[in-house]
């Protein structure tokens, strides 16, 4: 069956700009995640939803970033005013379920550069 | 401490050999740890997942876990240059649902 796809694949864009971000999680997985991975490390949490809701967005940097999971399906990370500092490989990953067991599936990422 | 815990590497092992791969975590609550594979320019994917103490074994793989030292490892028994990648160490720390990864550590296999 199809995995998770995120869209763009590839983002460059002007410091102080918007972006959205996009991820298309496996069909019937409740929950979804979002991650962060810079050169050399790996992926950081910033935030998890279970259905429609932000169970967790502990890790979100700070409030130029948002994500919306409507119904509770698609999901779309927003940065607003973006800074150099935001360029990564942003990861969205889904499971079947909130379960600490669950496997995470992940997208093939979206790596956006902020110039 | 970081929550979760990796030496970068990189670790080179010849072809056909056993490699070896470490973890620690910070968190005694921990139940459930997971070991991904990322080559590069991909996306991590699911090697194994180990949820109780001892060893847990899926073809030329094994992932051994301690509770009581905070310790996971990942061996690759007759190591492949396929197998060369970083390999990532993930858990749930101190929240049910939030999961922390390590660093990676780099293997390269070398034919």
């Known amino acids: 069956g199809a995995g998770v796809s995120q869209t763009p694949s590839n983002k460059v864009t002007e410091k102080g700009k918007y972006v959205e971000l996009r991820c298309d999680p496996i069909s019937g997985h409740t929950a979804l995640y979002w991650y962060r991975q810079s050169l050399g490390q790996g992926p950081e949490f910033l935030i998890y939803f279970q259905g429609t809701g932000a169970a967790d967005d502990s890790g979100l940097p700070n409030d130029r970033f948002f994500a919306v999971r409507p119904e509770g399906s698609v999901s779309t990370l927003k940065i607003q005013r973006t800074e150099r500092g935001d360029s990564a490989v942003y990861l969205c990953?889904?499971?079947?379920?909130?379960?600490?067991?669950?496997?995470?599936?992940f997208g093939p990422g979206t790596r956006l550069t902020v110039l | 401490q970081k929550e979760v815990e990796q030496n970068s590497g990189p670790l080179s092992v010849p072809e056909g050999a056993i490699a070896s791969l470490n973890c620690t975590y910070s968190d005694r609550g921990s139940q459930s740890f997971f070991w991904y594979r990322q080559y590069s320019g991909k996306s991590p994917e699911l090697i194994m997942s180990i949820y109780s103490n001892g060893d847990k074994e899926d073809g030329r793989f094994t992932a051994q876990l301690n509770k009581a030292s905070q310790y996971v490892s990942l061996l690759i028994r007759d190591s492949q240059p396929s197998d060369s990648a970083t390999y990532l160490c993930a858990a749930p720390i101190y929240n049910f649902n939030k999961f922390y990864f390590g660093s990676g550590t780099k293997l390269n296999v070398k034919p």
């Open positions: 990953a889904s499971s079947r379920s909130s379960s600490s067991t669950d496997t995470q599936y």
